[in-house]
């Protein structure tokens, strides 16, 4: 688990993206941006890019500090599975997504850390 969870985690997060893809449209006049319907499995989708790299944190993963970049790689491709079109992508949320998922997700990753060093400082005390 430890040596390859990280890749288990970006997988499924990829497949899911695949499967499901939610469009990030930062200026968009309707209520359906590329066709897509919002549902309530895009705000878990959402949720799920931010708890890899807390969980590859806290479950001290092998190579965790590549799971923010995993997981904006995986937005970015389901950009493009969800039919946004390259000039939308390139001027407006390609990089708003590496500007705000890159630091959001590097923060997820050092509460990870944070939590599991907090652990491991007080378990040794719990006899």
Known sequence: MKRYGL???????????LFHPTPWCIDCETT???GHVYTHLDDVLQAWLIVVPLLSGLLKLDKSWLAPLLMVAV?????????????DFKGNEGPLIILLGLPVCFLSLLIGFGCR????RVRPGWQ
């Not at 060093?117 to 491991?120: N, P």
């Open 32 to 34: 359906a941006p590329f």
């Open 7 to 17: 890749w288990v985690l970006g997988a499924l997060s990829l497949a899911a993206g």
């Open 117 to 120: 060093y907090c652990y491991d």
């Open 75 to 87: 937005q970015l491709i389901e950009q493009f599975v969800s039919g946004e079109p390259w000039v």
